[in-house]
C-alpha cells in the first residue's frame, strides 16, 4: 500500500462497482478532528438541517449540509486530510473540488432507513466525474452500514423521490425510470456493504444506488459524507431546491459552466 492505503485493486474497484472501502485511510488524529466537529454540529445545526426521522421513531435521525465554512474542524479536515487525493485517485483526472458535507448522525436505536436512491439526481450538476466519501467516527456494523448495488452508476438517472412519502418532486413521474424493488429480490443484484471501524471510509460514485438500515441497540452512527466534484463536473440549474440548495447561485453561474466559484474550492490537483 502507498501512503493513502490505496492500491490499484480500489481503483479498479470503484470504477467496475461504483464504490470501494478504504481501510485505515485516516489517522486517529483526524478522526478526533472530524468527530469533534460532529459534535459542534450537532450543537449548532445550521438552516440546512432537518429530522429525518418520524415522530415516533424510538431514536432520531438528523442531518445537515454545508457547514464547512463555518465549522472549524470540518474546514481542517477537508482541506487537510487526505480525503480530496483518494478521491482524485480514484476518480483520475486532474482535479478535485469541494462540492458539499453532509452529515448523518442516527442515534441509538434509530428505525429510520435510508431507502435505495442515487444522490445525483437530488443535485444541480451534472457530469460523471464525482464521488462521495462516507466516513463514520463510530464503529459501523455490517447490518447498519451503507449498501450499494454495484454496476448501477453506469446505468443512467433513475426517478429520485422523497425518502418520507415516495413523491416524486423533482423530475415529473414518467420522465425517468424508476428503481427496481431490490429488497423483494436481492439475489438479483451485486450489493456489497462493509463493516467500518474509525478511520475506515467508503467511496462511492453518486449515481451508485445505495441505502442503509437503522441503528441497533445502543450503537449510534455518526457519519460525514464529503462529496467531491472533477473535471467534466458542469452546474445544472434546477427549477425546484435542490437537496442541499446554493441560494443564488444561478444568478451567478451559467448553465453548462465549470464549478469554479468560492463555495467549491479546489482541494487537489494530479501532479
Not at 458539499?100 to 443535485?123: G, N, R, S
Request: aromatic share 10%.
Amino acid at each position: 500500500m502507498n501512503a493513502l492505503n490505496l492500491t490499484p485493486e480500489h481503483i479498479a474497484q470503484y470504477r467496475a462497482d461504483g464504490a470501494t472501502v478504504v481501510r485505515g485511510a485516516f489517522t486517529p488524529a483526524q478522526m478526533k478532528t472530524l468527530e469533534a466537529g460532529i459534535e459542534r454540529n450537532m450543537a449548532e445545526p445550521s438552516a440546512l438541517a432537518m429530522v429525518a426521522s418520524r415522530p415516533e421513531d424510538p431514536g432520531y435521525f438528523i442531518e445537515d449540509f454545508c457547514n464547512w465554512q463555518r465549522i472549524p474542524e470540518f474546514r481542517d479536515f477537508i482541506f487537510n486530510s487526505p480525503a480530496a487525493e483518494i478521491a482524485g485517485q480514484l476518480m483520475g483526472g486532474h482535479e478535485v473540488r469541494l462540492y458539499h458535507d453532509h452529515l448523518l448522525v442516527k442515534e441509538p436505536k434509530t428505525a429510520a432507513k435510508t431507502p435505495w436512491h442515487q444522490d445525483q439526481p437530488y443535485y444541480n450538476i451534472d457530469g460523471f466525474d464525482n464521488i462521495s466519501m462516507w466516513l463514520p467516527v463510530d464503529p459501523v456494523n455490517e447490518q447498519s452500514t451503507l449498501k450499494f448495488v454495484a454496476g448501477t452508476h453506469k446505468q443512467g438517472w433513475l426517478m429520485p423521490r422523497s425518502f418520507m412519502n415516495n413523491e416524486a418532486k423533482w423530475f415529473p413521474e414518467g420522465t425517468l425510470k424508476d428503481l427496481p424493488d431490490i429488497d423483494a429480490h436481492p439475489e438479483q443484484f451485486k450489493i456489497l456493504g462493509w463493516a467500518l471501524q474509525p478511520g475506515d471510509a467508503v467511496f462511492f460514485h453518486m449515481l451508485t444506488v445505495h441505502a442503509a438500515a437503522g441503528v441497533t441497540g445502543g450503537n449510534r452512527r455518526r457519519v460525514l459524507s464529503v462529496r467531491f466534484i472533477g473535471d467534466d463536473t458542469t452546474h445544472a440549474p434546477r427549477q425546484w431546491r435542490t437537496s442541499p440548495p446554493f441560494p443564488g447561485l444561478a444568478e451567478r453561474l451559467a448553465p453548462g459552466a465549470k464549478m469554479e466559484t468560492e463555495e467549491f474550492p479546489v482541494l487537489w490537483r494530479a501532479g
